[in-house]
């Protein structure tokens, strides 16, 4: 693993809940000295009035949180263009992981739809969350 680990908004909850196999992953990067990110839009799928406020705070504080900008809505959206797809949840956060340089690892729920959206680009890696 090289470049950054994204992750999507299953993967944040897992590790907002300590999941083991999340748990590993964001070893391997902050061993690896790579950053851990994800897109502010996925906040809004992962706070909830259920979630363990503090747990969400103490991971937050250990990731990087991209914002939603233009740029990466019009990438966005040229990534649902190239791919036939419309209103796709996951084109943002494929979107906000091309705009990292090198190797990406994305952890998804849906390693399916995410391979789908970054097809084109070899150094983006799809696993499931």
Do not use: F
Request: hydrophobic share 45%; net charge neutral; aromatic share 4%.
């Amino acid at each position: 693993m090289s470049g950054a680990l994204i992750l999507d908004s299953e993967g944040l909850s897992k590790a907002v809940q300590r999941d083991r196999e999340v748990h590993e992953w964001l070893t391997a990067a902050r061993d690896a000295d790579l950053p851990v990110i994800t897109s502010a839009a996925s906040l809004v799928e992962v706070i909830h009035p259920r979630i363990n406020d503090t747990a969400l705070k103490w991971t937050l504080s250990r990731l990087r949180i991209e914002p939603v900008t233009q740029a990466l809505a019009q990438s966005a959206a040229g990534l649902l263009r190239a791919t036939g797809l419309h209103g796709h949840k996951y084109a943002m956060l494929c979107a906000t992981a091309l705009a990292q340089p090198g190797r990406i690892t994305i952890l998804t729920s849906d390693v399916e739809d995410v391979t789908r959206l970054t097809a084109d680009y070899p150094r983006v890696t799809a696993e499931k969350a």
